[in-house]
């Protein structure tokens, strides 16, 4: 015996189809704000630059891993915004914390002040080791009256397993580096 359908039944048949073959949404994550010391004596007006990333961390999926000549990506487990802009805005929150008589602003936003000192940084690497542990590796630069340079390893062994283990030792790795710029300041 056989089944007719009509032209109605294929076309809803159709329209149903990439629903069904449709991915989950992915999980957003962000990077948490971590608070520090606070230090006095900082200059008042402080710029941090655009922040320079590794290429291979310019992606909306969170990167596990670069161990081994192999990236580890995360295909589900997004960042909230991209991790550029993401690490401007909670350092500069971090820093604003750490130095409460200055003012800490972003090169490419809405202040437009001449700063006393800029901030650069380059960010090499930010993500697990063999061990497991995470590892943010940077360049930093202070620049006014005189430049003061620095590299900086971090190794944090995430409190979870898991990403939100993982966003959680780069939350605090980066808290880490703020209390560095901070003290260079």
Request: glycine share 8%; proline share 8%.
């Amino acid at each position: 015996m056989r089944t007719r359908i009509g032209r109605r039944g294929v076309m809803w048949l159709l329209a149903g189809l990439p629903a069904a073959c449709a991915s989950p949404n992915p999980a957003l994550y962000t990077l948490a704000i971590v608070p520090g010391a606070t230090r006095p004596g900082a200059p008042p007006r402080i710029e941090l630059r655009e922040i320079a990333l590794a290429r291979y961390l310019e992606r909306s999926q969170i990167v596990r891993s670069s161990e081994d000549f192999r990236l580890d990506v995360l295909g589900n487990d997004w960042w909230g915004e991209p991790l550029d802009t993401m690490l401007s805005r909670v350092l500069v929150q971090e820093l604003s914390q750490r130095l409460p008589s200055s003012t800490v602003f972003v090169e490419n936003g809405a202040i437009t002040a001449t700063p006393d000192v800029s901030v650069e940084l380059n960010i090499q690497r930010l993500d697990e080791d063999h061990s497991g542990a995470l590892v943010l590796v940077a360049q930093v630069a202070v620049t006014g009256r005189a430049t003061l340079t620095r590299n900086v390893r971090f190794s944090v062994p995430p409190p979870s397993p898991g990403t939100a283990g993982l966003v959680s030792a780069m939350s605090s790795a980066v808290g880490e580096l703020a209390d560095t710029i901070a003290g260079m300041l």
